[in-house]
């Protein structure tokens, strides 16, 4: 799965990169988890490239009471099409997620987990595709809440993991944003792993576990060899509702 992600684009790059029509004012983030806010990318009704601040983890519109719904972080692309939460996204609702690298976890022989952060290997910025939906509340507030989309893990990154998030490369971020006139069926042959010799990796620090943790420094490499501590046990995030999402 993909559960945290990294956006260090400067705002007027990620404007230009992605061509959006407006741009929204970010800082550097090293360690976006679910539940928080993220920029999502998609077409809106007056056919404009719209950034927008949306909820990481979708809320499908026809839920009544959000509280009582699972957190829906990632969707499955083999089963997305099909799924009450996801079919009308699929076809009316499709984003992207601008992102600099992701994170996924490893489980070594001694049975701990080492995190490592995956990126493009041109270090061009990762569209992550998404699926996004507008939840509206009895009070009439509307939230918009986003799930990136996961395919089986490409050749590079197979052995960190058996996921891996859909990517968009070139004008396929067009098509795939284009819900108006492109069908999924279109786009579905997009939402594939990546081919051998396009992912970059290398392992970082186990500070990424806990997303209180913040900075540069989650990027950073070290080595792979975990060292012998007790004490990092926070492999989970707490959601708003106060109970945990695994990761792992």
Not at 15 to 38: E, G, H, K
Not at 82 to 91: E, G, H, I, M, N
Not at 211 to 235: C, F, Q, R, W, Y
Request: charged share 25%; with cysteine; net charge neutral.
């Amino acid at each position: 799965m993909c559960g945290r992600y990294a956006v260090t684009l400067p705002d007027e790059a990620m404007r230009q990169i992605f061509a959006t029509d407006n741009l929204i004012q970010s800082v550097p983030r090293y360690n976006i988890a679910p539940t928080q806010p993220v920029i999502a990318i998609w077409v809106d009704d007056a056919m404009r490239r719209t950034a927008k601040l949306a909820r990481w983890g979708l809320v499908p519109g026809w839920v009544k009471d959000p509280r009582e719904f699972p957190l829906l972080v990632n969707a499955r692309a083999e089963t997305m099409a099909t799924k009450p939460a996801f079919r009308d996204s699929v076809k009316h609702k499709r984003c992207i997620l601008p992102a600099s690298g992701y994170y996924e976890w490893q489980t070594l022989p001694n049975g701990k987990k080492q995190p490592y952060y995956i990126t493009l290997k041109d270090n061009e910025p990762l569209a992550l595709a998404g699926l996004y939906s507008s939840w509206m509340g009895p009070d009439g507030e509307e939230i918009d809440t986003v799930a990136t989309i996961t395919v089986p893990a490409g050749p590079d990154v197979a052995h960190i993991h058996d996921r891996m998030p859909a990517l968009m490369r070139g004008g396929q971020i067009d098509a795939w944003l284009d819900t108006k006139n492109v069908r999924f069926a279109e786009v579905e042959p997009f939402v594939v792993p990546q081919p051998a010799g396009v992912m970059a990796f290398h392992p970082v620090s186990t500070r990424v576990n806990s997303a209180a943790n913040e900075g540069a420094d989650l990027i950073a490499p070290v080595s792979e060899t975990i060292p012998d501590d007790t004490n990092d046990k926070s492999m989970t995030v707490k959601t708003k509702k106060s109970t945990q999402l695994d990761l792992f």
